[in-house]
């Protein structure tokens, strides 16, 4: 019923930038937050970026002042954009859209199938 389509991962030298896309299509009635996640091998899935509906924002801390989130609610879209990579940022990033495919249905969270960010050093 929603499809979240991500786009933008690849191989980028340390101190380089890479700008995340993840748009949400199919039968959505309303979107609440929509964020990023990432996750390595052997670890949890980690909170990157969230935008609340209202405009809020929050980041992790350790891409705080790098890592900058938005969203363009008419094409129930969101970004990442990533600047000043380390390699530590090397992750597979997935897209989390919470929302609601009728108005009287509950609030569900939708995941990308996530997209490869490689940071050489």
């Known amino acids: 019923q929603v499809q979240l389509v991500e786009s933008g991962g690849g191989l980028v030298q340390a101190g380089g930038s890479l700008r995340l896309s993840c748009a949400a299509s199919?039968?959505?009635?309303?979107?609440?937050?929509m964020g990023w996640y990432r996750q390595v091998p052997g670890k949890s899935r980690e909170l990157v970026a969230n935008?609340?509906?209202?405009?809020?924002?929050n980041y992790a801390d350790s891409v705080k002042g790098r890592f900058t989130i938005s969203r363009d609610n008419a094409k129930n879209t969101v970004y990442l954009q990533m600047d000043s990579l380390k390699p530590e940022d090397t992750a597979v990033y997935y897209c989390?859209?919470?929302?609601?495919?009728?108005?009287?249905?509950?609030?569900?969270?939708?995941w990308g199938k996530g997209t490869l960010v490689t940071v050489s050093s």
């Open positions: 989390k859209v919470n929302g609601r495919v009728f108005e009287w249905s509950g609030w569900v969270d939708y």
């Open positions: 199919g039968s959505i009635f309303r979107i609440n937050a």
């Open positions: 935008s609340a509906s209202g405009g809020s924002t």
